[in-house]
């Protein structure tokens, strides 16, 4: 079991013991997340990373798998313009490969804003550490476990 993995475990079991990971195959988007889970697109939640053009910090959305993160809208929550980041500085600072990033189990502590969107489900499934694993609960679960700020960022692709 890889490292990533163990500690996407290691916090959900923490937070609550119930919560399962479930190993879906390799799904490189949203829509080969959801065909193998049986699943909405929207029900998957996207971990995107940006990079603030001033700070340098990191901050990561939590959106719906149909949903593209608003630029302008991110940066007035974020408080800055942002910028993309690259796949090493992504894992230096959250411990996942792109395509793996939880939005539980950094390596180091995070701004995260969650996307009101993924309430218009029970259930919404995200990233557990690897390409080939995820987890799911309920919006709120998932809002509370990564500390994320429920904010309105997102639009239909």
Do not use: N, W
Not at 65 to 79: E, K
């Amino acid at each position: 079991m890889s490292k990533s993995l163990k500690r996407v475990k290691s916090a959900l079991f923490a937070a609550d013991p119930t919560l399962e990971v479930i190993e879906t195959g390799q799904a490189t988007t949203a829509k080969a997340a959801a065909e193998s889970l049986g699943c909405a697109v929207d029900q998957i939640a996207k971990s995107i990373l940006f990079e603030g053009e001033m700070t340098a910090q990191l901050y990561l959305f939590v959106t719906a798998g149909a949903r593209r993160v608003d630029l302008d809208q991110a940066a007035l929550l974020a408080g800055e313009p942002l910028g993309k980041t690259d796949a090493a500085r992504i894992r230096a600072v959250t411990g996942f490969a792109i395509g793996g990033v939880s939005p539980v189990g950094h390596l180091t502590k995070i701004v995260i804003f969650f996307d009101e969107s993924l309430f218009d489900y029970q259930k919404i499934y995200a990233a557990a550490g690897t390409p080939v694993h995820v987890f799911g609960c309920a919006p709120q679960q998932m809002a509370d476990l990564c500390q994320g700020r429920i904010s309105a960022f997102s639009q239909k692709m």
